[in-house]
């Protein structure tokens, strides 16, 4: 076992504090994001509370509730003495899929870039053709949903 790998993890924090997202579901939505992607697995070791602590400069009390919300949804556990470790895991696409739709996103965000959108644009039009898709998989439509006016989604 490489000692300089023991207590470290394959995921680091970062923040965005004009995302409106509490802090505590944006690590969250990180180690969610991180397990769809393939870049943590079952038995991967969390960032320790105490350097997402001194890395970010936030409350423990923060890092400690997003552990928390991990573990209430089964993709973690805190082991005593040890840390938090992934136990869960959540749909994943290969990483030949990945690859592809990669590069299908990329060239839809030239073409919108091209367009005149910008980065803002672009994440909420992704965001309404997001939700328009899960209407439609609830078997919706934004007509009966909002009585036909268009769907604005935070």
Same mark, same amino acid.
């Given at each position: 076992?490489?000692?300089? !790998? ?6 680091? %924090?970062? @923040? ?14 990180? *180690?969610? #994001? ?5 870049? @943590?697995?079952?038995?991967? #070791?969390?960032? !320790?509370? !105490? ?18 919300? @991990? ?13 938090? %470790? *992934? ?29 005149? @959108? ?7 039009? %992704? ?24 769907? *604005?989604?935070?």
């Amino acid at each position: 076992m490489d000692i300089d !790998k023991v207590g470290s993890s394959p995921i680091e %924090f970062r @923040l965005d504090p004009g995302s409106g997202v509490p802090t505590y579901l944006q690590l969250v939505h990180q *180690v969610e #994001q991180a397990l769809r992607l393939g870049y @943590l697995r079952q038995g991967d #070791q969390l960032p !320790k509370v !105490k350097d997402v602590v001194a890395g970010l400069a936030i409350n423990p009390n923060t890092v400690l509730k997003a552990y928390r919300e @991990l573990e209430h949804r089964g993709l973690a556990a805190g082991r005593r003495g040890l840390g938090t %470790f *992934v136990e869960g895991t959540l749909d994943r696409v290969g990483l030949r899929e990945q690859a592809a739709l990669r590069k299908s996103m990329l060239a839809w965000m030239r073409t919108a870039s091209e367009a005149g @959108l910008d980065e803002e644009g672009m994440s909420a039009l %992704f965001t309404a053709a997001l939700h328009e898709l899960r209407q439609s998989r609830a078997g919706r439509t934004d007509e009966e949903d909002d009585g036909g006016r268009a769907a *604005v989604v935070p």
